[in-house]
């Protein structure tokens, strides 16, 4: 498995500097002149300081396009992002330049719920930023906020900006509006000025004046898309080149893998317990692929069906991060995760209650904690993982390898609702690492909260083999002899990551996997 390093002296590969190919090179040095830079200017702009400078070289696109205009040549819309060639020149998200006044608004808070920053981003763009530093300043935060719409809720929204008793500033006001009005950061500079006497007090902007100021800026709002964009070029595979559980894959046939997620199909058997649309987990994988074993979410018994089910009547497809409907409400009120709002339901026999004021709502309250070398799922709730990895504190060593400790990265976006293999458990910091299981096997370090312990058919088989017995394992080139040297699983009870050591005749040591790999000698 390899060496494996507490929470603290968790580290990163350094990355190796790459080769440029005098094509990349010569497209660098373009991409500079284009900005009206030299080769040396420009390599000694820091990154992330060139807003300026790409709006420059859009400017310059415009102007070309003016001139092209003449000759019936016009560059097409796309190469001027979201704005029209006579259109004013919007604040941009610093992150996929766009205008930032297009979507909903993200800020970098703190451990006290402050602004940890000055800095705007769309909230789309913060959630994909690996780590938890501001894309601009590199200032560590704690949480990805949504800001709140001042159309909305123009209390909450000044609040996000500045404390109530300080209230906002000029330049807290004036740097808010450029990221929210359809304005050029002049005329939003302008209007501050102009504006500024009927919103102030005391040179500051308080919760008395937040309603006039919403009232002066409702015409300069735009409307924001609620669109998602699509990732491009996404066929559907997984890490193994195969698509998911119960979906025909481009090689013609339907896969199945343990720990995957599957939905109850609409036609409804006579014995059945279970309800259409009702949510589980494979378990086990019969003989031949011909069957499967599912544990329901809400059902205490194993069921097993034939596989496949191409028609999806008793089984369909659900992706990892899909949840029950009535959990999906229970977390809009409670900012439970999805394992704690699915324990709350059924502590209640399921009635969904449609007041919430009166609980009290404390995620470790409703979870059970997960063990070494158990199957664990790590839950799909983006967000909330998110905030738990931000919520981390960094690495205090002074290795230079040292990545900073456990952070977000998009290969923990990209396992969330799948199972694994807990392997160890930091208490430094609650974090624990996850052997994935499924389509592949990466380790990942994740907040303790993130995992959940999953039902695991196999806790329930006792060991057939002891310590010293001979017994036979299943090789590339056939059964081979060897001698029990540990059992690590006896039952609930595991002190490993596999069931056997055995140290075979020829003296290699081994790991078992699988009861199915191991028998008694003949």
């Avoid at 040549?73 to 330049?97: A, M, V």
Wanted: charged letters at 25%; a negative charge; proline letters at 6%.
């Amino acid at each position: 498995m390899g060496e494996v390093f507490s929470a603290k002296w968790r580290t990163e590969a350094a990355p190796q500097t790459p080769e440029v190919s005098s094509s990349c090179e010569s497209l660098k040095k373009s991409e500079d002149s284009n900005l009206g830079l030299s080769t040396t200017e420009a390599r000694s702009k820091p990154a992330g300081s060139s807003l300026n400078l790409v709006r420059q070289f859009r400017r310059g696109l415009r102007s070309r396009a003016s001139e092209s205009s003449k000759e019936n040549d016009l560059l097409p819309d796309d190469d001027f992002g979201d704005s029209k060639p006579d259109s004013p020149e919007l604040e941009s998200c610093p992150i996929c330049l766009d205008s930032l006044c297009s979507q909903d608004l993200g800020v970098c808070v703190d451990a006290d719920g402050c602004r940890a920053c000055s800095h705007y981003f769309h909230l789309s763009c913060l959630q994909r930023v690996e780590g938890a530093n501001c894309p601009q300043c590199r200032v560590r935060f704690y949480k990805r906020a949504p800001l709140p719409r001042i159309q909305d809720d123009c209390e909450s929204w000044g609040a996000s900006l500045a404390p109530a008793e300080e209230g906002m500033s000029r330049r807290a006001v004036s740097s808010a509006l450029k990221a929210m009005l359809t304005l050029s950061p002049d005329d939003v500079d302008a209007f501050v000025e102009k504006s500024w006497r009927n919103w102030a007090h005391d040179d500051r902007v308080r919760a008395g004046s937040l309603p006039d100021l919403a009232a002066a800026v409702r015409d300069f709002l735009p409307e924001i898309s609620t669109k998602v964009k699509q990732a491009q070029g996404d066929s559907g595979q997984l890490e193994d080149g195969h698509k998911q559980t119960g979906v025909v894959c481009d090689c013609g046939q339907i896969h199945v893998r343990r720990g995957d997620r599957i939905r109850r199909g609409s036609v409804v058997a006579d014995d059945s317990l279970v309800a259409p649309g009702q949510l589980g987990t494979i378990v086990r994988i019969g003989d031949g692929r011909e069957t499967v074993t599912v544990k329901w979410d809400r059902c205490d018994e194993t069921q097993t069906y034939i596989w496949p089910d191409p028609e999806g009547l008793f089984l369909a497809p659900a992706s990892y991060n899909e949840v029950a409907e009535d959990v999906s409400t229970v977390q809009e009120h409670t900012n439970l995760s999805s394992a704690a709002a699915e324990e709350f339901l059924r502590r209640r026999g399921f009635m969904l209650n449609e007041s919430f004021t009166h609980e009290n709502f404390i995620e470790e309250n409703f979870r059970q904690t997960p063990k070494c070398w158990h199957r664990v799922r790590i839950l799909p709730d983006s967000v909330l993982v998110q905030q738990w990895f931000d919520s981390i504190p960094p690495c205090e060593c002074s290795r230079p390898t040292c990545g900073g400790g456990v952070r977000w990265s998009s290969n923990a976006n990209k396992h969330l609702g799948r199972e694994g293999i807990l392997l160890q458990i930091d208490e430094s910091d609650g974090t624990v690492l996850v052997e994935s299981s499924g389509p592949c096997s990466c380790q990942i370090w994740y907040p303790q909260l993130a995992v959940m312990p999953v039902y695991d058919p196999d806790l329930d088989d006792k060991p057939c083999h002891k310590v010293n017995d001979q017994v036979e394992c299943k090789m590339q080139n056939g059964w081979e002899r060897g001698v029990v040297q540990e059992v690590l699983w006896n039952g609930k009870e595991r002190t490993g990551r596999f069931p056997y050591s055995v140290k075979l005749h020829d003296g290699n040591e081994i790991k078992v996997p699988h009861q199915s790999l191991i028998r008694k000698a003949a």
